[in-house]
């Protein structure tokens, strides 16, 4: 017995919320504590460093850099979270691993590190699984991650020297094919219909009598009963 998808903003809003917040603590430890953040960054084609896949995502290069991904994550999780309760998990996994893993195999020869990679894959699922569903939901949440995060679709491609784009790209790539693979896992909402999109019946008995006859055949009018009829041979 499947379990019906629960659509809550709040608790979408304060899941992701911990997440970010925890991605704060962790920036906040490695100043406090002057701890070597960089070693969890992602650096191609090393071997040793093959643990950034998973861990670049945790770490920034400073508070500038996370302040600048905290509300992307917020807005984009916000979004995945809420209008996707059953891929969500999934498509959080895919991107993640699948920018990582990119960046590792093709990306520059530097440390690559920070969550925009994951942030341009959810902004690419929204994106694209909105046009394949085109429900109510997915369209509005669609809307207000363009409005607000539409030069996403610009930034996988290269722009600033310290800015990783590969990873951006590989995000991106993550999260559409997170959507194509996807798009069907979580129910539609039932279209609403109003009156006055179905036609009208009349409420009078005999009118919908008088129009159910066809006038090009009189042969099914009802003929008057005859006096004749009535009596006995």
Same mark, same amino acid.
């Given at each position: ?9 709040? &608790?979408?809003?304060?899941?992701? #919320? ?32 093959? *643990?950034?896949?998973? #861990? ?20 984009? &999780? ?16 895919? #991107?993640?691993?699948?920018? /990582?893993? /990119?960046?590792?195999? =093709? &990306?520059? @020869?530097?440390? *690559? ?6 942030? *341009?894959?959810?902004? $690419? ?29 610009? #930034? ?11 990873? *951006? $790209? ?26 006055? @999109? ?20 009189? @042969? ?6 005859? =006096? ?6």
């Amino acid at each position: 017995m499947t379990s019906k998808p629960t659509y809550s903003l709040a &608790g979408a809003i304060k899941s992701v #919320t911990c997440a970010v917040a925890l991605l704060w603590i962790i920036q906040s430890a490695g100043v406090l504590f002057n701890l070597p953040l960089s070693v969890l960054a992602v650096y191609p084609l090393e071997i040793s460093r093959l *643990h950034g896949v998973i #861990t670049s995502v945790l770490v920034h290069s400073g508070y500038e850099h996370l302040f600048n991904n905290t509300l992307p994550l917020l807005v984009l &999780g916000s979004a995945l979270m809420y209008g996707y309760p059953k891929s969500r998990f999934k498509v959080i996994v895919i #991107t993640w691993i699948g920018s /990582g893993l /990119g960046v590792w195999l =093709f &990306g520059r @020869e530097s440390n *690559h590190l920070g969550a925009s990679g994951l942030a *341009h894959g959810l902004f $690419f699922y929204v994106f694209v699984v909105s046009i394949l569903r085109r429900d109510a939901r997915s369209v509005a949440l669609m809307m207000i991650a363009f409005f607000m995060y539409g030069t996403m679709v610009l #930034t996988i491609f290269p722009t600033e020297p310290n800015i990783s784009y590969e990873a *951006h $790209f590989f995000g991106g790539l993550s999260g559409f094919i997170a959507a194509l693979i996807w798009w069907r896992k979580d129910p539609q909402l039932k279209r609403k219909t109003y009156s006055w @999109e179905t036609p009208d019946e009349p409420d009078d008995p005999q009118i919908a009598r008088q129009l159910s006859h066809d006038p090009d055949n009189p @042969e099914k009018q009802d003929e008057p009963e005859s =006096f004749f009829d009535h009596t006995r041979h």
